[in-house]
T-cell receptor, first 112, second 111 residues
Framework: KNQVEQSPQSLIILEGKNCTLQ??????????LRWYKQDTGRGPVSLTI?????NTKSNGRYTATLDADTKQSSLHITASQLSDSASYIC???????????FGKGTKLSVKP | NAGVTQTPKFRVLKTGQSMTLLCAQD?????MYWYRQDPGMGLRLIHY???????AKGEVPDGYNVSRLKKQNFLLGLESAAPSQTSVYFC??????????FGNGTRLTVT
């Protein structure tokens, strides 16, 4: 079964600290993987996309990695800010019909 | 450029009532989706459309109907609302090679 698992479910860190969110998937065949940020009361917004051939991609203080062999991705946030408090959702496109498969998200809280 | 607009933003229904949620886009994208988001469940696909005049069922279609009469609009209908349909509903649109662009949601409570 095509699945996307995210960990941890929730995370609390202090402002200025770094953190890493994990996404493991069993989707096959794999097309691409996206990370979305969802602020409270808003719709998700795309942060980055990873294709099969890409290992690392950065978007400001956000760096995503992809290991297609182990089917794992991570999102690293550097020097966290209060505005980073949000849910982060991993979405994998793949399967026989190219469907979008959503993880349940990691809720990040950045405290002053 | 509003992107994806959902109306209404909030609604409270009594069991058995009907309503229609509207999603409007100005991005000229072909693909449109309706999702529901519940605590601990993540986003689940209700129905989707790959173009004007076409619709298809997603993961959780029961109790919902949709229509895509115009390319820019995708309507989600609840014919007889049930408490289990209390949720936050998100519309999303996507073009070729682009990410999903989401609206800001409709918060529906069915009492």
């Amino acid at each position: 079964k095509n699945q996307v698992e995210q960990s941890p479910q929730s995370l609390i860190i202090l402002e200025g600290k770094n953190c890493t969110l994990q996404c493991n998937y069993t989707v096959s065949p794999f097309s691409n993987l996206r990370w979305y940020k969802q602020d409270t009361g808003r719709g998700p917004v795309s942060l980055t996309i990873m294709t099969f051939s890409e290992n690392t991609k950065s978007n400001g203080r956000y760096t995503a990695t992809l290991d297609a062999d182990t089917k794992q991705s991570s999102l690293h946030i550097t020097a966290s800010q209060l505005s980073d408090s949000a849910s982060y959702i991993c979405v994998v496109r793949g399967g026989s019909q190219g469907n979008l498969i959503f993880g349940k998200g990691t809720k990040l809280s950045v405290k002053p | 450029n509003a992107g994806v607009t959902q109306t209404p933003k909030f609604r409270v229904l009594k069991t058995g009532q009907s309503m229609t949620l509207l999603c409007a886009q100005d991005m000229n994208h072909e693909y449109m989706y309706w999702y529901r988001q519940d605590p601990g469940m993540g986003l689940r696909l209700i129905h989707y459309s790959v173009g004007e005049g076409t619709t298809a069922k997603g993961e959780v279609p029961d109790g919902y109907n949709v229509s895509r009469l115009k390319k820019q609009n995708f309507l989600l209908g609840l014919e007889s609302a049930a408490p289990s349909q209390t949720s936050v509903y998100f519309c999303a649109v996507m073009g070729m090679g682009s990410p999903l662009h989401f609206g800001n949601g409709t918060r529906l409570t069915v009492t």
